[in-house]
């Protein structure tokens, strides 16, 4: 099977384009308006950028009347907003967090999690996630699509402070991603779990490419 997607309607019942990139980190993002209204929504297409310095990026599709969403606007406009990892533990909490809600009801309260503040600017973060990124705005690239809702923003940013629970630190050092359980965005309604890490080194790569790998300057 093969097909043109900007041209061809997908031969399958179900359109396979987002079933192929995966898994997918799940940017999990809390953010808050100039005049206080917080926000928290899952996008699932975030990624990190570089790591010196470390900088992050995430890509979010507009509603189909074109109104960008809230995080994007609340980025722009203060400044900031904070990844927070989406668990397994964490799975319904992340789901219900998509829901559209009126600007005046917080997705905290919602689905029940503990509010703490971020330090470098009173933006929410999710208590509960064990790892989080506070992000400083860099910059939006703007993309239009074939459609409304096809439009995109992608927000750059820089991480300026990371928090990190103890208890999901190994004793050497690392994170205990087995302990964490992250989750990830598949294609259709599915996502996965990570239970199961393996390691793998470059062959003959020198000690800078070896640091580079595992997101270190030498």
């Known amino acids: 099977m093969k097909y043109n997607p900007a041209a061809e309607a997908s031969p399958l019942p179900y359109s396979p384009f987002k079933s192929c990139t995966v898994p997918r980190p799940i940017g999990w993002l809390s953010s808050v308006s100039p005049d206080g209204a917080e926000n928290l929504a899952p996008f699932s297409q975030w990624q990190n950028l570089t790591f010196d310095p470390p900088m992050v990026m995430f890509s979010a599709n507009q509603y189909p009347d074109g109104r960008r969403k809230d995080t994007v606007l609340n980025a722009e406009t203060t400044g900031w907003?904070?990844?927070?990892?989406a668990t397994y533990a964490l799975r319904e909490a992340v789901n219900t967090s998509a829901m559209a809600?009126?600007?005046?009801?917080?997705?905290?309260?919602?689905?029940?999690?503990?509010?703490?503040?971020?330090?470098?600017?009173?933006?929410?973060?999710?208590?509960e996630s064990p790892v989080k990124f506070e992000c400083q705005y860099h910059?939006?690239?703007?993309?239009?699509?074939?459609?409304?809702v096809g439009t995109i923003d992608i927000v750059f940013a820089n991480v300026q402070t990371i928090h990190i629970?103890?208890?999901?630190?190994t004793p050497e050092g690392r994170l205990d991603i087995a302990k964490i359980e992250p989750i990830a965005r598949l294609g259709y309604f599915d996502y996965t779990v990570v239970r199961e890490t393996f390691e793998m080194r470059v062959p003959g790569a020198d000690r800078e490419a070896q640091l580079g790998l595992e997101g270190r300057a030498a």
Do not use: C
């Open 81 to 85: 907003f904070v990844w927070n990892m």
């Open 101 to 127: 809600l009126e600007p005046q009801e917080s997705e905290f309260d919602r689905v029940g999690l503990t509010r703490v503040y971020a330090d470098n600017h009173p933006a929410p973060m999710v208590k």
């Open 165 to 169: 629970d103890d208890d999901v630190i």
């Open 139 to 148: 910059s939006t690239h703007r993309i239009s699509g074939a459609s409304a």
